[in-house]
């Protein structure tokens, strides 16, 4: 069976809204006999006259009268569906959105964040969530709203994402460093001695470890300064 011409649903409105194939014809802005033939169409797909001449007019089948609520309504909820999405008053929204987030977007980016919204939409909270891992279960289950974190292959495809900026690591050597002259190659950065940082949750503060050879590993409530490097 043939797909319907769906467009023939709105013709149909308007012709049993209208009584009168002239009359339907000049809110459509079709011709009359363009309109005689899309009624001819209607007639045929749904095998019924549908309008059908009584005295200088016409008059409505009872299987048309059946049908013009529906046609109706379903027009009508067709043209809300495609109709352009309004945008919300920010001044007027009333909610609390949850933000998953690593902590370091918080502090370059959370006091900046906090002050546009109460400026813009000041209904509007902010709940911070920490974001110790990848997994993106809250997100998916609807108890957190936005998530940031690295958009890449591994990212779920069900997830809509978009790009905030783009970061890259830095180096640090002390003045003098041998990696500090000339071209930086693998061989080179890997013969050298690292030292990593790692954030831990609130109230552990920072922990450090060596990655060569003398194994220490240790515990900082201060930040790293004037700890010396080879």
Known sequence: ?????????VTLDVLLAEGSVARAA?????????MSR????????TGDPLLVRAGRGLVATPRALQLRERVSQLVQEAEALLRPAE???LGRVMRTFTLRTREGFVENFGARLIAQVAEQAPGI???????NDKDSTALRDGTVDLETGVVG?????????????????IGVVRAGHPLSCGAVTPVGY????????????EGEGRSIRHSKRWGWRGRLRRPLQGLPLR
């Not at 899309?38 to 797909?45: G, I, N, Q, V, Y």
């Not at 909270?125 to 974001?131: G, M, V």
């Not at 292959?153 to 690591?169: C, I, N, V, W, Y």
């Open 125 to 131: 909270r902010l709940r911070f969530l920490p974001r």
């Open 87 to 89: 945008q919300p008053d």
């Open 153 to 169: 292959k591994a990212t779920s495809p069900e997830l809509r994402t978009q790009g905030l900026f783009h970061d890259r690591f």
């Open 38 to 45: 899309a009624l001819a169409r209607l007639r045929e797909t």
């Open 1 to 9: 069976m043939a797909t319907p011409d769906l467009n023939l649903l």
């Open 26 to 34: 000049k809110r459509l802005g079709l011709s009359p006999s363009a």
């Open 190 to 201: 890997a013969s050298g001695i690292h030292i990593g940082v790692a954030r831990r949750a």
